[in-house]
């Protein structure tokens, strides 16, 4: 099984920054691929970005286009995600999620289905101040 753990949520005013990490732990981690989603209050659980195994693709949702970056270190088994210019509207807790890939698939952004990982973390949570 695999265990993944989030750091760094808290609480800023608009226009700061946070950096998010995860890192994944277990018997057999693998070659995976990441993603992280967030949920506010009284909506569904949606995807933020992604990265594939290579790093090479990601997708970001348009909303934090151009705000956050997400980025990958493949020897730690760890995502992190730079947010920038943060704006109330981002206030929710951020979930990171990976998903087993294959030689394959490595190249390949995990998708933006909540259905295709395989392992969640625990939520931190973000809030953002106006």
């Known amino acids: 099984q695999v265990q993944l753990v989030e750091s760094g949520g808290g609480l800023v005013q608009a226009g700061g920054s946070l950096r998010l990490s995860c890192t994944a732990s277990?018997?057999?981690?693998?070659?995976?691929?990441w993603a992280w989603f967030r949920q506010a209050p009284g909506k569904e659980r949606a995807l933020v970005t992604a990265?594939?195994?290579?790093?090479?693709?990601?997708d970001y949702v348009d909303s934090v286009e151009g705000r956050f970056t997400i980025s990958r270190d493949n020897a730690k088994n760890t995502v992190h995600l730079q947010m920038n210019s943060l704006k109330p509207e981002d206030t929710a807790d951020y979930y990171c999620a990976a998903r087993r890939m294959n030689p394959y698939s490595s190249r390949i952004s995990p998708g933006r289905e909540l259905n295709r990982y395989d392992y969640w973390g625990q939520g931190t949570q973000v809030t953002v101040s106006s």
């Open positions: 277990g018997r057999t981690v693998g070659m995976i691929a």
């Open positions: 990265i594939s195994w290579s790093g090479g693709s990601t």
